[in-house]
Structures are given as C-alpha cells and as structure tokens.
C-alpha cells in the first residue's frame, strides 16, 4: 500500500502559497510554533542517538575512578556519576535507547494493532466481538502495569523490552482502527467501490485504512512518547534494558535515592532527558492532529 | 404472489432491468442475545422495469424504501425476496464473483457528493479505479480513457491529480459521474443525485445527466423526493408510499391525472414558483407512521381524506386504471 | 415614529463609509416599518483574511408581513438573521457596522442583558434542523416553559397550561401529553412545531425563520408553512423568511430580497421579482429550476435547463466590481471594475446592475 500524507492538499486548504518543500515547512512552523517546537526536539533526539558515536566526549561505559562523583565543569560538562562515568556521554548513549525503544515498540505496536482493529471493525460479528472482549481485558490493566508482567516475564534484554512495551499499545490502536473503521465502512465512497465490484479485503486495505491514518499518526507520536516513559519506569524498577547500555530509566534509579542531595545532576540530567522527548512527541503529536482534523483547520 | 399482476407493468423499449416482488426486510434486533424482535418493512413487494435509454423517476418521502430499492438490485444490501433480472437473467442468488460482471452494466451516483469520494485519492485515481478492477485498462491507457472521461463529464484534465477537497459541490458530482461511466454502463442508479446541490448547480448536473442518457443510451433510476427534477428528467414515474408503490404511469399522466390520493397529495403540496398561482391545497394531515408497524390494510389510510373501510382491512393491489396507468387503490 | 428614529439615527454611521443616499435605504420600502436594517456588515476575520459575509445590506418591514431572503448556500442569508439575533459568533465574526432599529430601538447598541431580554420577548428565530436546536434531556415543555419564565413570572399551573395552549395552537395532537415528552420522542414536523412554539410564546414582534422547512418532507412542509401563515395571520407577527427554495417564496412572501455573495442585489414584491426579475443573478435562479410545467397544462417537453456557469465565489477573494460579473452572461469591462449602485429600477423594484433588465424576456419562459 503506497498511501502518503497528501500534504499539498492540506496546504491548499489552509491557503498557503508553497511551492516548494521548504516553503512548507516554513509556513507549518509559522502557523503551529509549539508543533515546530516539538519536531525541533525530536529531530536534535533522533539526531543525537544517531550520531552517538561521533558526538559523545567519552565511552558512556568507562569507568573512571578519579572522576568520581565529579561536579559539572570542563572535563564533565554535565558531571559524572559514582563510577565516574561521563553523564552527558550516557545521556547521548542513552538517547539510542529510548529511540529504538520508542520506535521499535510503536512500530511493532502499530503492525500487531492496525490489522487487528481493521478486521474487527471492518468484518465484524463474531471476530469482532471476540477481540473486543480480549482487548476489554488487556484495557483493564495500565500501561505500566502490563509492561512491568510481560518484562518480569520476558527477562530483561533490549528486544524483550520492546515487546514488552509493545504488546500493551496494540489495544488502544486496534481500538481506534475499530471506531473508525466503523463509521468509515458506512460511508458512500465504501459503497460505492462495493458497486465497482472491489473485493471487501481491498476495500479495507485502499479504502478504509488510508482514511483512519490521521488519528493513527497522532496517537503513535503520543505512544512514542509513552513508551520511552515506559521504558524508562521499567529500567528505573530493574526490568528494563540490562547493563551495560546506558538507560535514563536506569541512571535515575541508580542515584535518586543516594545521590539526590549530595550530586543532583545524576538525576537532573536523565530526568531533563526524558521530560524534554516525552514533551515534544506530545507537542508534535497535539499540532498533528490540527494539521490532519480539517475541521479544526479554519 | 400477489405482485403477480405488477410483473405485467412493461416498458415500452426492451428492459435493462425488470425487478418483480423485491422485498427488504431489516429485522431488529434488541437485547444481550440479539435476538430479532420484528422487521423494517423498508421494501415490502416492488415490482418496475426500466428499458433501454428509458429514466424511471421512483419519488417518494424519506423513509418510504425508494433507496433501499436502489441498493437492493445493486446488492449494495442483500434483498430479501423478489427478482432482479439485468437484461434477462435473475442476479438476486449471484455470489460475490458471479455478480461482478453484471457490476458493468450498472452503477450508482450518491447523493452526498463530500462523502461519496474517498478524501484520500486523487481525482484521477478515484474514476480510474473502475477501470483497473475489472482489468480493463492500466497505465497510460487507463490515463487516456479517464481524460476522455473527464472531458466528458465537463472537468479539465488538469484537475486529474487533485483530491476531492479541492473541488466544488459541483464538481464533486461529475467525478462520481465519471467514476460511474467508466466501465460503460447500461444503467444508473441516481440516488438523489441533486439534493445536496445548490439551485444554480443543480441545473447544470441534471443538465450533465440528461445529455449522457441522449449520447450514450443510458437508462436511469432516478431516485428522488423532488418532484421538480424528477418530472424534468424522467420518463415514466413510481411513487412509493411506507415500502410499497401506489402509483407508476407516464410522467404525463401522473402530473396531469393523478390516480392515488397519495399522488395527488404530494403533487398538490410542491410550492410552485409563481404568485400569481393560488392553488386549492390538499393538505395531508399527520406524520409518515413508522415502517416498523405499517397501518393495516392500505398503508395511507390513517393519512387519506378519502379512507373508508375496506382501506383499513385488505390491502389494494396496483390495478392498470386506465392504459398504463397503475394504481394501488380501492377507490379507483 | 419608529421610522424617523431609524432615519435620524442614520447619518451618523453613514459618516464612516461611503455616504449613501437615505433613500436608497430599504426603510423607503416599506411607509411604516417595524424593523429596519441599515447598512449591516457582518465580517469574519479569520486566518486566511476576511470574509465579509454581509456587505452592507438593508431592508425593513412591516408589521405582519412577511419578506423573504433567498440565496444560495454561502451567500449571507443566515449570518444576516444571526446578526439580527446579535447571535454571530465572535471570534471570528464581528457585526462591524449597520443599525437594526425594532420599534425605535436599535438592537446594536443595546448592552447584552437587553438584548438577552429582546431575544425572545420582541424577536425570535427558528432554525433548519429542530433537532439540534432542542435540548435532547428537556421536555418540549421544559423547555417551551423555560422561555416563557424567562420574560415574565408566573405560577406553575398557570405556566402549565399556557405551555400546553402554545402546543395546541401550534396544532400537535395531545399537547398535555406531548409537553412531557422529549425532543427525540417526536417526529421532525413535531420537533418543528415544537420550535414554533418556543420562538412564538411570548408573541414577538418579528420572526427570523431560517430555512424552517428544508429538512422537512414535502408533505410535512406543506403542513408548516400552512402553520406559519396561518399564525402570522392570528398573531400579526412580522415573519422574515430565508430559504433558497424560490417555490416557498412565491407561496408565502409579499416581499423578496435576493442576496448573493453578502449583498444584496435585487428587492421587489413577490409579484414583480417572478414577474420580471431584474439582476442576471435572479434571472439565472428563476431559469435554472424545474418547474413542473405538466401540471400547469403545459406539453411534456425536455429541454435543457438555463444554468448558471461557474460557482459561487469565496468569500476571501471576491472579484472586483460587480461580484457577480464572473458568472454573467451580460458582465462587460464596467462590471468588471466598478461595483454597481444599488438603485430603483422600476417603481418599488430596486437592483444592483449596470444592464439590469435586458433580456428578462429570455428568462422568463
């Protein structure tokens, strides 16, 4: 399926003048600033964990006695942490982590929950009414909650957090797909690709599916932003990504407690981190979704 | 059947499409259980054809089942009972591949021309797609056959690549005509096909529709509660009252001689667009009564200022009144 | 007395824009008018520029009679009734000029607790869609209660019964039973009623019915408009009808205003705008619909209908001079740069266009 974004028409509508790429983007970062603001941050995070090698000032697993504890300055711009580890190298380190998490799990989340919800919604009857009842039991638990199951019973490694952060996201998608796949099989361009003599497997695929996408990229830069959370809470309780990659979760669980007063930058820092990529997803996320509602598009 | 008399009702050219005792019944379903608790009587026993190049105006109130007829003989929804032949043969008991075929022979144009085309294809590939279905063209000969048909239909071959959005209500309308044209139809089923469209539109769409039938030998069902448009454009005319016809005749003799009191109701209520007209109004009292629970006997007694008894208690069937003319009515 | 209110009032808003002759107000119209607008403008001011969905217009009318506004979807018609009501939605809209004086006061000067108290008690609206112009969790007789508490005291049966009084004139059948019902317990034509009621139930001065039959079956129009005369006659409220339907106009209107794109542009009685319409625009309305000629004894004929090329313009990006010159068969390079006056062509028949009149005879068939 090649279905795009069609942003040319969303440009239309909104009346700009752009002829090219870059006018677009401009015009978009002029008109929704906290959305440009979001994407600014994602971009510098996506770069950051990309570049990782070539940026970080030291390897985020040396250890280093004399730098101990070291207070931020020249050597450690954002300090050191009881092994003497470079904070900002872990935090660059770190920043690969969430990225493949964030990724991995709303990817696979997306890939397990759209066909889902598409099957339920769009076929309904009994597949319906048995998903919806499984999905009712894996709703009742919270996010956290079922990721912390599944990675107690997963075991700690970067693939089996991923899953484990995955497999809760796939309700609230399949949901969504569902709700609009219900309203969208009602509608007469459905109808009338079934006069065309369109087989109902491609009806969903071309017809329905393209028009649920604008709710679905909102939601899936919402649960990027959730999921690096969530990976975070699971390193900090132990279950995350085990040693030695570096984890903001886990850098914030190994000092909050002994170090919070005599060295706060091994928790400011981390903490810094996440709070700013869970806040531009959410930014990114909340301007996406005026860009892809027209109705709140004036 | 009791319909059996209505099968008589022909054409006058040889039909496209004859349809005999087509029932849709939508049961209603309540409850844990879903168990059915009573039906819609939606389409309760209609019988027309259509012939060739001929328009069959089927008028009517909402809710009265004349675009539940329209989907049912295209199987958009399953019939309940009755006979959909297209050019001779019975496509009711068709399954899904079967039918394809028959898909080219006819088509559909929605009412509502924002949702009808689907927001996220191009205009191009929204009439093509017909053509790639059913493996008749692809490619380049595809794009020329879609640029014939958007001459046709009277849209530049620019706008080609453009989506729906930027579009008028208008224009919106002329791609679901040309979607539907692709695949060289005999018939159309126009739902509605003005109704959403304002006054000075209107005029060019029903402009559009009546030149393709005069060019390329179309034959409509043209579906509508605007007897305006309908008298403009059909030939012939049905008027369905709670799921049933109460009268089909020449558009000529319906308007000038109207033979049920339901006709003649509806006819007398159009407000015409001329002052100088004072016209006696036959003024209907009372709501349409639910298809869930349709009045025994004649479904218009409970509204009809000429109702006696046996309207109450047998139901009419449609009678020829006079040549050609077919009422369901005990007083006739 | 109202009347020379209005006119006094006049020159002081006149001052601001380009001045326009007093006469040339619609008040002229009518000897003894009970509304008269002057110069409404009504703009919304949104990201993509400013739309001026009603562009200087004016009218007036008297008491017990009914004017239509006709037009096509976009054209001002309802933002006019809303800015009436002092019900436009700000932001983005704005009423940014004009007076509109009821009985010698002027509805846009008054402070917003006045005008809640005239909405209702001395003009009142009813809209297209009944339903969602009822609250779904009240009684029709909560709620027609409701407005009759909010202008004047009274004790609860006495309440009671006027509610259930209200009902019946409106003609629903078993009102002490109906007023317990809710809004989707009834029919669309109930609903209708219903909404009549409410608008009629302190007996005001003007009614703005806004499209009140367009969802409605045929039958069931024929029926409300029958009603709304019929009242009119009982009550002698001022009825302002908009519709596009230009058949409803010639059943119930004396008088016809013909907007198109936030202006006015053509104004005569019923009689004289299907007589013989002036503006192209009104010509190409008139030509362009069906008209069920079998039923008037004319030959069964299908000829193609007169349409009206091109669309309706945006109201962001409206053409120079005339706005109607892109679609005009007769626009030349004068329509093309200048905006025509608004004049009386005829006597008491007022149109904006440079050519307005020629080739009526084509129109009207």
């Not at chain 1, 990675?151 to 490694?157: E, K, M, N, T």
């Not at chain 2, 109004?281 to 046996?310: E, M, N």
């Amino acid at each position: 399926m090649t279905t795009t974004l069609d942003h040319s028409a969303e440009l239309a509508r909104a009346g700009a003048n752009v002829s090219t790429r870059w006018q677009a983007i401009r015009f978009l970062a002029r008109r929704y600033p906290l959305g440009a603001f979001g994407a600014f941050i994602i971009l510098i995070f996506i770069l950051t964990a990309l570049l990782a090698h070539w940026i970080s000032p030291y390897d985020p697993t040396l250890t280093n006695a004399r730098a101990s504890l070291a207070v931020p300055g020249a050597a450690h711009w954002l300090g050191a942490d009881f092994m003497g580890r470079d904070i900002l190298s872990r935090i660059i380190g770190g920043a690969q982590i969430s990225l493949a998490v964030g990724i991995g799990a709303t990817v696979l989340g997306l890939s397990v929950g759209i066909p889902i919800g598409l099957a339920s919604g769009y076929f309904g009857g009994w597949l319906d009414l048995i998903i919806q009842r499984f999905i009712d039991i894996m709703q009742s638990l919270p996010l956290l909650v079922m990721a912390l199951v599944m990675a107690a019973s997963l075991g700690p490694s970067l693939r089996n957090t991923i899953i484990a952060i995955a497999i809760p996201l796939v309700p609230s998608i399949a949901r969504i797909v569902r709700s609009n796949t219900l309203a969208l099989k009602e509608m007469p361009f459905v109808e009338a690709a079934r006069a065309i003599g369109i087989g109902e497997t491609w009806i969903a695929a071309r017809h329905v599916l393209p028009n649920t996408l604008a709710p679905l990229i909102v939601l899936a830069t919402a649960q990027f932003g959730s999921a690096i959370l969530v990976e975070a809470s699971l390193s900090f309780l132990g279950l995350g990504v085990p040693e030695p990659y570096p984890s903001w979760g886990r850098m914030l669980s190994e000092s909050a407690a002994e170090y919070m007063r005599t060295a706060p930058w091994l928790v400011i820092f981390p903490g810094v981190a996440i709070s700013l990529v869970v806040f531009g997803a959410n930014l990114l996320g909340d301007a996406l979704r005026d860009l892809l509602d027209p109705r709140l598009r004036t | 059947m009791a319909e059996a008399g209505q099968a008589a009702v022909r054409a006058t050219r040889p039909p496209v499409l004859e349809i005999e005792g087509l029932k849709k019944h939508f049961p209603i379903k309540k409850g844990f259980l879903r168990r059915t608790h009573g039906h819609v009587l939606a389409v309760d026993g209609v019988s027309f054809t259509i012939g060739e190049g001929e328009a069959l105006g089927l008028v009517g109130e909402s809710g009265c089942g004349k675009s539940t007829v329209g989907r049912a003989i295209l199987r958009l929804i399953e019939p309940t009972d009755g006979v959909i032949r297209i050019g001779g043969e019975d496509i009711r008991e068709l399954s899904k591949r079967e039918l394809k075929p028959f898909r080219r022979q006819m088509q559909i144009i929605f009412q509502d021309p924002y949702s009808s085309l689907n927001p996220r294809m191009s205009a191009g590939d929204i009439v093509g797609e017909p053509l790639s279905t059913h493996g008749i063209a692809s490619g380049r000969k595809r794009e020329e056959i879609v640029a014939k048909l958007f001459d046709r239909v009277g849209l530049s071959r620019a706008q080609m690549a453009n989506f729906p959005h930027q579009f008028s209500g208008g224009q919106r309308q002329r791609i679901g005509i040309a979607r539907a044209l692709a695949l060289n139809p005999k018939l159309i089923i126009c739902d509605e096909p003005v109704s959403a469209l304002d006054v000075s539109i209107q005029a060019q769409v029903i402009n559009l529709l009546m030149d393709l039938q005069r060019d390329l030998g179309l034959s409509y069902l043209f579906i509508s509660h605007n007897l305006s448009v309908v008298e403009h454009i059909s030939q012939r005319i049905a008027v369905m009252y709670l799921g049933r016809i109460v009268e089909y005749a020449d558009k000529t003799t319906i308007f000038t001689n109207p033979g049920h009191p339901y006709t003649e109701a509806l006819l007398s209520a159009v407000p015409v667009p001329d002052p100088k007209i004072k016209r006696s109004k036959i003024v209907l009292q009372g709501d349409v009564p639910s298809p869930v629970k349709p009045p025994s006997g004649c479904h218009f007694h409970t509204r009809c200022p000429y109702a006696v008894d046996r309207c109450r208690s047998e139901t009419p069937l449609l009678r020829e009144i006079a040549p050609r003319q077919f009422v369901a009515c005990h007083l006739r | 007395m109202s009347h020379s209110r209005a006119l006094q009032a006049k020159p002081s808003a006149a001052a601001g824009g380009q001045a326009k002759p007093i006469d040339s107000i619609a008040g002229i119209a009518v000897a003894d008018p009970l509304l008269t607008v002057a110069d409404l403008k009504t703009y919304f001011f949104t990201r993509n520029g400013t739309a001026k969905a009603v562009d200087g217009v004016s009218f007036a009318i008297a008491r017990g009679e009914t004017l239509a506004i006709v037009g096509e979807s976009g054209c001002g018609k309802s933002m006019t009734a809303l800015s009436l009501m002092r019900l436009v939605a700000d932001p983005p809209g704005r009423i940014v000029d004009g007076e509109v004086v009821l009985d010698g006061v002027d509805l846009l000067k008054l402070p917003e607790d006045e005008m809640r108290a005239m909405r209702g008690r001395d003009i009142s609206m009813i809209f297209q869609e009944p339903m969602t112009s009822l609250n779904p969790v009240m009684t029709i007789g909560r709620q027609i209660g409701e407005v009759l508490t909010m202008h004047k005291t009274m004790p609860r049966d006495e309440l009671q019964k006027k509610v259930v009084e209200m009902l019946a004139l409106v003609r629903i059948p078993e009102p002490a039973q109906r007023a317990k019902e809710y809004p989707h317990q009834l029919s669309g034509g109930m609903r209708q009623r219903a909404m009549i009621a409410m608008a009629l139930a302190c007996s005001p001065k003007v009614l703005l019915a806004d499209e009140p039959t367009t969802a409605l079956d045929v039958t069931i129009q024929a029926q409300i408009l029958e009603l709304i005369a019929d009242l009119q006659r009982k009550l002698g409220t001022a009825v302002v009808l908009i519709t596009h339907d230009l058949g409803v106009v010639a059943e119930m209107a004396q008088r016809v205003i013909v907007m198109y794109a936030g202006r006015k542009v053509e104004e005569a009685s019923a009689e004289d705008l299907f007589a013989g319409p002036l503006h192209p625009y009104t010509q190409g309305l008139m030509a362009s619909i069906p008209r069920l000629g079998l039923m008037r004894g004319e030959s069964a004929k299908t000829e193609r209908l007169q349409e009206i090329p091109g669309i309706v313009p945006a109201l962001y990006s409206l053409p120079q001079g005339c706005v109607f010159a892109p679609r005009c068969p007769r626009a030349d390079d004068k329509c093309r740069s200048e905006f025509p006056p608004y004049e009386e062509k005829h006597s008491r028949h007022w149109a904006a266009c440079w050519h307005a009149g020629e080739g009526k005879e084509r129109a009207h068939g």
